[in-house]
């Protein structure tokens, strides 16, 4: 499964996940690091159960311990937690005069670090947004003749590694041989200043796994004159994203480099998604290119073997449904755009087989769930698009679904 999907799947969850709120306090949050005993964790749960017989609502009594029962019911299912961890949000959330206990178990991105049981009436939600951000990592440099500051950025965590002051002495106003010999040797401090800034960050760069990049910052030309020498390793030039002007060359200086390349780490960010559809604006206006575009000619595909890469913009808010008829059985699959309406528009539709008014939603998921489990079962890529972009905007003004093919199959699809 493709990262932008899961990261889609989240963001999705953890917006269904806000709109929730209980009558009460009530609503558990259970977070559980992938090294964390399951055995404390139930011991943990039955106290608690003990401890909500002193809840004075019974409504809310009965609501939490209902909630913990789940979840050891749940918890008794595992050996031990996932490699990352699991979250578990149980409650009872009302539905207009009646309630429902609700149930969601995820997997998230990165790993829980913090074991965590809350109850309150909302969800304790700010740790799994934590997993979404990013947590790319960046080495940053900022240097001039006076110092130079080595950092780490990674996520949003900036870490000093280094800090190298250079001991180069100031020019003075000497005249002759004199002054050209002091120029000479202040020229050779510089060097091996440099030298020493280019050692060390080439071995905390070329040490730093995954490494998605290098910034480097400064207040004049001295930056540039650095990175045209060969004090850095050729390795980490070529990670180079972008020189930046700053004020400073200490700790604050690389604080400012973050934040004035924060539009170049979105850029990059964005970069892969819209590469990709800018090869599928390319493709779509060729007579037989590798491309097509809408739900239907998308679906065929598929089912084809044709596609390489599924496109689905993230603004396409549709649902696949399944239609069953309780008269004769008859079934159908749809694609409608708002859910409620159509249930209600169902109640007074006449079955096409057998023309009762028997037709009810039998199962129902977004249309992107649907179609990255269609892509799925032939091992296709899918991308989740952003519509922050020019080229995201475009991707929905074709329908927001599209495909890159291996090959066009009959009917040019």
Do not use: W
Not at 169 to 190: M, V
Not at 212 to 233: A, M, S
């Amino acid at each position: 499964m493709s990262k932008s999907y899961e990261l889609h799947k989240l963001k999705k969850e953890i917006e269904l996940l806000e709109a929730k709120k209980g009558r009460g306090t009530e609503l558990i949050s259970l977070y559980i690091p992938p090294d964390k005993n399951l055995a404390d964790v139930m011991n943990q749960m039955r106290q608690e159960y003990s401890q909500a017989m002193n809840i004075k609502s019974a409504r809310t009594r009965k609501n939490v311990q209902s909630a913990l029962e789940v979840i050891m019911q749940r918890l008794k299912l595992f050996k031990k937690p996932p490699e990352k961890g699991m979250v578990l949000f149980v409650g009872t959330i009302p539905h207009g005069t009646k309630d429902k206990m609700e149930v969601y178990i995820i997997e998230p991105p990165e790993k829980i670090k913090t074991y965590i049981y809350h109850c309150n009436s909302q969800f304790l939600l700010d740790p799994i947004k934590e997993t979404l951000e990013d947590k790319k990592t960046y080495g940053l440099l900022v240097v001039d003749r006076n110092e130079a500051t080595i950092g780490l950025l990674k996520g949003k965590h900036i870490e000093i590694v280094k800090r190298i002051t250079s001991n180069v002495p100031r020019k003075h106003g000497r005249g002759g041989q004199s002054q050209r010999r002091f120029e000479r040797l202040i020229e050779i401090a510089a060097h091996e200043y440099f030298k020493r800034v280019g050692e060390r960050a080439n071995e905390i760069f070329l040490n730093t796994p995954d490494l998605e990049g290098v910034l480097i910052g400064g207040p004049g030309p001295t930056k540039e004159f650095f990175l045209e020498q060969d004090y850095l390793h050729h390795e980490i030039k070529k990670k180079v994203i972008d020189v930046i002007d700053v004020s400073y060359t200490n700790d604050f200086g690389i604080r400012e480099l973050v934040e004035n390349a924060s539009q170049i780490f979105k850029d990059l960010d964005i970069m892969k998604e819209k590469k990709l559809v800018q090869r599928f604006l390319k493709e779509v206006v060729k007579d037989y290119g590798l491309a097509t575009y809408g739900e239907k000619e998308v679906r065929e595909a598929l089912q084809l073997g044709s596609v390489e890469i599924l496109l689905i913009s993230e603004g396409v808010e549709s649902y696949r449904v399944k239609i069953v008829c309780a008269a004769c059985g008859y079934r159908e699959e749809r694609t409608v755009k708002n859910l409620k309406a159509f249930e209600i528009q169902l109640e007074n539709q006449e079955c096409k087989n057998c023309g009762e008014k028997a037709l009810s939603i039998e199962e129902y998921k977004s249309t992107i769930d649907e179609l990255t489990e269609l892509a799925k079962q032939t091992g296709v890529e899918v991308e989740i698009i952003s519509t922050e972009t020019e080229e995201g905007q475009q991707l929905l003004a074709f329908g927001g679904i599209a495909a890159l093919l291996r090959f066009r199959g009959k009917g040019g699809v």
